[in-house]
């Protein structure tokens, strides 16, 4: 069935003595592993070649968290250690990749990643890296800018999306009221707050992602006639207050430039710096003024 079989059975006839032996074995399965895996954003998945039994077809959409894996797919015994592991680090960055190929050998792990327009490759890159471990062989690019207006569904997301400014948005879809608006820009951002480099107004790179969901947010609730969002910047207590005020003032300033550039009308965004004057944790702690350090969103009509 295997080679282990195989060497069972020679081992087996190695001790016969007083005989010439003349021995031929056909092995069922000889354990390689080989196949490609291939993504698009906006067509899905499609897997070809020879997978470990451990996981097979199922096993990968499991890790995936793929719904189908279309694609001609056999099954060998052999293995390799942590490689769920890396599929799943793969299916938990899904959101992040435009595409990606991925093959396999006995070897180990390749995949070459293109991210979503927008977003930056070397962020993108350590996040996947620290996923999928050490021994896969990555490399990742940026993806070419969609056009304004475009369209689709994100096979790993099930989300509408459109386009605008070169970047991929995420379609909100929900009533566009005061309440609406706020408790979902809100949810957002306390799931991925919005970061700048240390005492800047420059955006952390890791923010991209949360800036994109946002304007999908802004999107909505500022196109009825009438709608406009207050941008906050807030700080934690530490340092000059006036210093503090000026830094939440260009942080607003920031978020609104970028929201901007994402295709959402300047004058429907007022961007406004409390300073540390609005805090919601005590400034006592790291974990009270990281709280802090924060971007709000409210629509005051």
Known sequence: ATPVEAEQAN????????????????VIDPGIVDFELDYDATTGFRLNGTVPKTLGRDGFAAALGAAALPGDVE??????TGFERSLSGLGANLELLESFEATGTNAGLRIAAQVIAGLDAGVVKGALSAALGPDVALSVEPASAPPDGAERVNAATGRKQFAYGGVWMNAAEFDPTKAGCTEAAR????????????????????????INNIAGIIHLCTRDLGMRVVIGGHTDAQGNDAANYSLSVARARAVRDALAARGINPVRMTAVGYGETEPVADNATEEGRAANRRITFDWPN
Do not use: C, H
Request: net charge negative; hydrophobic share 55%; charged share 15%.
């Open 11 to 26: 081992a087996a006839l190695a001790p016969l003595d007083g005989f010439e032996t003349i021995v031929a074995i056909d």
């Open 187 to 210: 949810a957002t951002v306390e799931a991925a707050p919005i970061r700048f480099m240390t005492g800047s107004a420059e955006l952390d790179p890791v923010s991209l992602a949360t």
């Open 75 to 80: 099954t060998t015994f052999a293995d390799f």
